[in-house]
């Protein structure tokens, strides 16, 4: 049986305001993962426990502190993370951090147009960021809710306001999931308007209506179908080919063949979540193949670690993950046995 040790941290009741959550939920999430008991006697934190249940959960709480007095807003997923990272050893963690919590806290990429930062919230999105920063060409692989296009949309703005790039081009392929465009009432701008809506959504809460309209008129701000892309070289911009897992062979390479000078590239892809024919491969699962190793392109893959939408969603992302790889699995296994069989 393990040895119950007692840990004791001193915190003032500004921070314990700050990271202990509504009726006190987060402290009992930190309780729960690492099976320890966290008292408060006269603003002193008495964590009794295992001995690493106990130092982990105070470690916890520690880099909480660090992070709420710096002004990090803490919420349920700064708590889920924080636990994640304690648990997971394969999580790869910047080299000579102390608190990887407050180290990506501090990288603000913008402010929304009400104030409110866009910065990383995982390493995982962290690094995206970087790469961003530093390629080219990125392509941000990962499930639903990892923010993959919302920081991929922050970056682009800031590259615009700044000067770096005279016009953002944000494209998606206009596939039918379930209906035909045809039948939809309106012109094609007016058919292919929902598909690019999350991109529209996006840009009115980092820049402004007012702005995005301005910019918008004056042509330094496209939104439009990749189908638009075709015959165009686009020099000078910074573009987002968001839901790339719906691109064609064909379409991608013509996408990616239009890129010019000055010009930065974000392609994003869930590819999960594929709305292709069956028969028909993805342009996306085509470039991870074709391009890999090349300068200047760099491909981020988040995880279920990283997402930042409400827990449940989390929840949901792992477990499609998990049944996907046993799917997997049970399909690799039947065809090795069928290639056993038609061998004898």
Not at 183 to 196: A, C, I, M, R
Not at 228 to 257: C, H, S, V, W
């Amino acid at each position: 049986m393990s040895e119950i040790t007692e840990l004791r941290l001193s915190l003032s009741a500004d921070d314990e305001r700050g990271i202990f959550g509504e009726n006190d939920s987060y402290i009992r999430k930190i309780e729960d993962s690492f099976h320890v008991e966290i008292i408060d006697r006269n603003g002193e934190l008495h964590i009794i426990g295992d001995k690493e249940g106990a130092g982990k959960a105070a470690s916890i709480i520690r880099e909480l502190v660090q992070l709420y007095r710096r002004g990090g807003g803490i919420e349920e997923q700064s708590i889920n993370y924080a636990i994640t990272l304690k648990e997971e050893k394969n999580i790869s963690k910047p080299l000579n951090s102390e608190n990887v919590l407050v180290d990506i806290d501090k990288d603000v990429i913008c402010h929304t147009i009400s104030g409110k930062p866009i910065k990383p919230k995982t390493i995982g999105q962290k690094k995206y960021i970087d790469a961003i920063r530093n390629k080219m060409i990125v392509f941000g692989l990962g499930p639903a809710g990892t923010g993959k296009t919302y920081l991929a949309m922050a970056m682009a703005i800031t590259a615009f306001q700044r000067e770096e790039v005279s016009r953002i081009i944000l494209t998606r392929p206009a596939i039918e999931a379930g209906e035909k465009l045809g039948f939809l009432p309106g012109d094609l701008q007016s058919k292919v308007d929902p598909y690019l809506r999350p991109l529209y959504d996006a840009l009115y809460q980092i820049m402004g209506t007012e702005n995005f309209i301005k910019n918008m008129e004056k042509g330094l701000i496209e939104v439009a179908p990749l189908a638009y892309m075709r015959g165009r070289t686009l020099d000078n911009a910074f573009i987002i080919l968001d839901e790339a897992q719906n691109t064609t062979p064909a379409q991608m390479k013509m996408f990616l063949t239009r890129i010019g000078f000055g010009s930065k590239v974000i392609i994003t892809g869930d590819a999960s979540q594929k709305d292709l024919s069956p028969d028909v491969k993805s342009g996306l699962d085509v470039a991870q193949s074709v391009l890999k190793g090349i300068d200047d392109i760099e491909f981020c893959t988040l995880t279920s670690n990283d997402v930042v939408r409400h827990p449940l969603v989390q929840k949901i992302v792992k477990a499609y993950e998990d049944y996907e790889k046993k799917s997997a699995n049970k399909q690799k296994t039947k065809s090795i046995r069928k290639l056993e069989k038609s061998h004898k």
